[in-house]
């Protein structure tokens, strides 16, 4: 399985952007999908997760601007940012946790904000 980002970019203060992540190779369903990031100097951290049941979890952070959601194959998970700020320039990762019990990771994809 392959996780592979892609949406970000810059955008201003108060701007929106949206991610996606699209999984390929042999994929039946993910227990768990989720989207972290981690800017520099910093650890990297949980920003929204999904669940095969459909519940989501967001940090605390994001809640209210950002919106997790994904399609029934598994296939494309998103995450649609809106009124950013500076702080939430990162790199953006796409994690994935399979019912095999495996992880995945894509990439990473940037996002930058600008004042």
């Known amino acids: 399985v392959q996780l592979a980002e892609s949406g970000g970019g810059l955008a201003q203060t108060g701007g929106s952007l949206r991610l996606s992540c699209t999984a390929s190779g042999r994929i039946l369903s993910f227990n768990l999908m989720g989207w972290y990031r981690q800017a520099p100097g910093k650890q990297r951290e949980l920003v929204a997760s999904?669940?095969?049941?459909?519940?989501?979890n967001y940090a605390d952070t994001v809640t209210g601007r950002f919106r997790i959601s994904r399609t029934n194959t598994y296939r494309t998970m998103y995450l649609q940012m809106g009124n950013l700020k500076p702080d939430d320039a990162a790199s953006y990762y796409c994690h994935a946790s399979a019912v095999t019990g495996n992880t995945h990771w894509g990439q990473g994809t940037q996002v930058t904000v600008s004042t």
């Open positions: 999904i669940a095969a049941n459909g519940a989501v």
